[in-house]
């Protein structure tokens, strides 16, 4: 079974900083592309970020843009999503999605319909 597992979310002030995690397991991790959705409370579910595969390149919606850094580490099949400067509007279920259909060095996978999983979500809540 192919499983996507978020981590690192929680309660934190405007201004402060989170870093989520997203462990795949049963998918050729190294040979996907990866992203970030959320889905802030009463809104639809929004694109965030994506990296390619292997690595290296990536592209964030202009929300987001200068504060989040998306990463992977494809030794441990981990993608991680840096979120500084975190405001209030952030508040959300950010969710973690695997793209296998991607061809390499592809950084521009912001549609729910191109990714093929997805994780349970984790709740990321910014206070003002």
């Known amino acids: 079974q192919v499983q996507l597992v978020e981590s690192g979310g929680g309660l934190v002030q405007a201004g402060g900083s989170l870093r989520l995690s997203c462990a795949a397991s049963?998918?050729?991790?190294?040979?996907?592309?990866m992203g970030w959705f959320r889905r802030p409370p009463g809104k639809e579910r929004e694109f965030v970020a994506t990296?390619?595969?292997?690595?290296?390149?990536?592209y964030y919606a202009e929300s987001v843009k200068g504060r989040f850094t998306i990463s992977r580490d494809n030794a441990k099949n981990t993608v991680y999503l840096q979120m500084n400067s975190l405001k209030p509007e952030d508040t959300a279920v950010y969710y973690c999605?695997?793209?296998?259909?991607?061809?390499?060095?592809?950084?521009?996978?912001?549609?729910?319909?191109?990714?093929?999983?997805w994780g349970q979500g984790t709740q990321v809540t910014v206070s003002s």
């Open positions: 999605a695997a793209d296998i259909g991607a061809a390499p060095y592809t950084a521009r996978s912001t549609r729910e319909s191109e990714y093929d999983y």
């Open positions: 049963g998918l050729t991790f190294s040979r996907s592309v």
């Open positions: 990296i390619a595969w292997p690595g290296g390149r990536t």
